[in-house]
């Protein structure tokens, strides 16, 4: 049987078990006559049984599919020409792989190589006996494992704790899975930057002035000046998260404010989702809008009072990433601010203050620690926002505080490093993961800063 026909066959027995041991315990409680007679629910021993069932013959399975691919290719070589094998790794790895090919596409018989055809027929005859072997060993364990738990479908059996202890092992394996998850991104992008700091030194790529990854494949090669000094990109990165937030935060906490606090029931129902279709547009639209609408208008004006405005600025590319961000502000600010307990506003109306001395006084320095975190979360999407500052702010590593000029960002030199085909035992795509790896510190570091400000603030008002 295909590895699809196992899975949908392991699920229908699951589901037949389930039904089967629910029945058999309503037909104990039935013949005895009170809840008594069984430890758990019904439906725990129906569960029970579908796990006791399915697990094993997953297991299996899943083993299966992970170690085959490995042992079959192991299995594969050994058959394959002598000279082949004495080509090395990569010249194993390259027939291998075309002999996969072969037999994917079929017509193993019109190979008009001998070595690869009959390289293809043992190839198909392992996949067939591995098939045929999965599928004794899946039902096998369906069959023994069923037997094995209508044993076990007892009235004192403890069928709701056993249930409860597998969903904890669930929950606990789900919540590791994201922790090894984020472990390894952050360790992989560690190893890698160590490779690159081993070629270019630490303090010559945070405190460089001149960022030009173009590293030279000879001697005699022009225009691969190997700059790697990250300022500009740091720099670039922060002028247009300072210009977004600019935009944002002033308007989404005034947007914010007069929802929670002025506006009708059927205004915030309008309005409130009106500001939430922002978050929804993508950002190659705002990227768009920004190129076509936004650089123009920034730059017929500045030229209209005598200003020189790069086609390509800060200013454009800022002013549209804020307008994109300005639902993460308003939205979670509105939520923190509806939060805020009406018992505080009518002790502060009882000593006579107004309704805006109330909120400027009372609601916002109540709401701050959630206000905080919205801004957080803003100018954590500023900064690692990439199509609206390619499309607006240009490729230009630009030293500068100036936001009528062209700069670039970050995330943006980590896409074009790791655009095309790369060699990664080179500087210039190494530089890639250190460039994460900077940004990840950096938005660490603006995390913590955040924590400790809301727990400041939290403690006060609690």
């Known amino acids: 049987m295909q590895s699809n026909t196992l899975l949908l066959v392991i699920l229908a027995l699951a589901v037949v078990s389930y039904f089967f041991a629910r029945h058999k315990a309503f037909g104990v409680l039935k013949s005895n006559g009170s809840v008594s007679a069984r430890h758990s629910l019904p439906a725990h021993y129906g569960y029970l049984l579908a796990l006791w069932c399915a697990i094993p013959a997953l297991a299996i399975l899943l083993g299966w599919k992970l170690f085959e691919p490995g042992v079959i290719n192991g299995m594969l070589v050994d058959s394959l020409p002598q000279q082949v094998v004495d080509g090395g790794d990569s010249r194993i790895g390259l027939y291998t792989n075309d002999i996969n090919n072969l037999v994917e596409a079929g017509g193993i018989e019109s190979i008009a190589d001998a070595d690869k055809q009959a390289a293809a027929q043992k190839l198909v005859s392992l996949r067939s006996a591995s098939r045929l072997v999965l599928t004794v060993l899946v039902l096998a364990a369906l069959l023994v494992s069923l037997l094995v738990g209508l044993r076990h479908m007892q009235p004192q059996t403890q069928a709701r704790v056993i249930v409860e202890k597998f969903i904890k092992v669930i929950l606990v394996s789900c919540a590791s899975i994201a922790i090894l998850t984020t472990m390894g991104i952050v360790l992989s992008v560690l190893f890698e930057s160590i490779r690159f700091f081993q070629q270019v030194g630490f303090w010559e790529f945070v405190t460089g002035s001149k960022w030009s990854p173009q590293t030279a494949i000879r001697a005699d090669q022009v225009g691969s000046s190997g700059s790697f000094g990250a300022i500009p990109l740091f720099t670039g990165t922060m002028l247009i998260s300072v210009i977004a937030l600019i935009v944002a935060v002033p308007l989404g906490l005034m947007s914010a404010i007069y929802l929670a606090e002025y506006a009708s029931a059927r205004t915030r129902s309008i309005v409130k989702p009106l500001l939430e279709i922002l978050a929804g547009i993508p950002t190659v639209v705002y990227g768009f809008f920004a190129a076509l609408t936004v650089a123009p208008a ?108 062209a700069v670039t960002t970050v995330t943006v030199q980590i896409v074009t490093l790791l655009t095309g085909d790369q060699e990664f035992e080179s500087a210039k795509t190494l530089a890639a993961f250190a460039l994460g790896l900077m940004l990840f510190v950096a938005t660490l570091l603006l995390n913590v800063i955040a924590l400790y400000t809301v727990r400041r603030y939290r403690e006060q008002y609690d």
């Open 298 to 405: 920034i730059r017929s004006m500045g030229e209209s009072i005598g200003l020189s405005v790069s086609s390509e600025s800060a200013l454009a590319a800022g002013a549209v990433m804020g307008i994109m961000i300005i639902p993460f502000v308003s939205s979670l600010s509105d939520d923190v601010i509806t939060s805020v307990p009406q018992s505080i506003r009518d002790a502060s109306f009882g000593l006579g203050a107004t309704q805006a001395e109330t909120i400027r006084k009372v609601v916002l320095p109540a709401a701050l620690p959630g206000i905080v975190s919205s801004v957080l979360l803003a100018a954590s999407r500023a900064i690692g926002e990439t199509m609206i500052v390619v499309m607006a702010a240009g490729l230009a590593a630009n030293l500068t505080a100036n936001p009528l000029e």
